[in-house]
């Protein structure tokens, strides 16, 4: 089942959980708390390893970066983030070395190598 949210579309497959950002130019702090409430809402309560497909995304606010660190952490064995190009992938290195999550995280340019990375955290 398919869950066309109000700022990605989400799904459950094989054991991964799938998050697809809608175009966004920027995601200030109440998007992110409508982000992370819509994809818990999915899980119920079950951990999933997570593949993010951020390249609908242009931009996020210190505050929304801050609160999918934490907030958005919650339930999830892995993060696979999928990103647009090189530059992009040095912003999300230097966000997740900031943020050290306490989860699994890899940023990736290909989308199966990120699906590849997550297999091993499929229960």
Known sequence: MMVDG???KMWISHGIFYFIYKEIYE???PMAKTIVSERL???NENSYPIFCDLRGVTTAQKQARDYLA???GNLTKALALLVEDELAMKVARLYVKASEPPYPTQIFTDKDEALSFLQDYIK
């Open 41 to 43: 809402q999915l899980q």
């Open 70 to 72: 934490i907030e958005g």
């Open 6 to 8: 109000t700022y990605a």
């Open 27 to 29: 995601i200030d702090g």
